[in-house]
């Protein structure tokens, strides 16, 4: 079936981005009567990272029940304790030659600097997230502590 018109589905993202630009410079230019939204709305975004910050506490131990109960009705437990072995050993393996050389030497080769100077100030953030909007405050929080990164560009 062809969309016609406006009858496309989906989120327009592009329209909502260019509408939080365009809200954010009015904002600005409104001079001392946009600051109480602005306030607003980075107390808001402030609330948000606490939730997402719960949540990335909480979910592990649901995501344990669930996977426990999968476990329990399996028949052959041998099998999937050396296959998830293989699994885990070719991702760790994997991350290790990505992480700790693929991307130095790109690191290196585009800037010329020591690669493993800079992730020493960041924080370690737990492995175990999935999603990279889980580990966006941690990130945020680390960026601006431990490099010295302002909070308008964070």
Request: charged share 15%; proline share 5%; hydrophobic share 50%.
């Amino acid at each position: 079936q062809v969309p016609i018109g406006t009858e496309i589905r989906g989120m327009n993202i592009l329209g909502l981005v260019l509408f939080a630009l365009v809200l954010g410079v009015a904002l600005k230019k409104l001079g001392q009567e946009g600051e109480d939204l602005i306030r607003f709305f980075n107390s808001f975004n402030e609330a948000t990272m606490v939730l997402v910050t719960w949540i990335m506490w909480y979910v592990p131990i649901g995501i344990m029940f669930l996977v426990g109960s999968k476990i329990v009705e399996m028949e052959d437990i041998v099998l999937l304790v050396t296959s998830l072995g293989k699994y885990i050993f070719a991702s760790i393996l994997g991350h290790i030659i990505h992480g700790g050389i693929i991307l130095p030497l790109i690191y290196f080769a585009a800037t010329r600097q020591n690669p493993y100077q800079h992730p020493g100030a960041l924080c370690s953030i737990s492995p175990c997230s999935v999603s990279s909007s889980a580990t966006l405050p941690s990130m945020i929080k680390c960026i601006e502590e431990n490099n010295g990164v302002d909070k308008r560009i964070s």
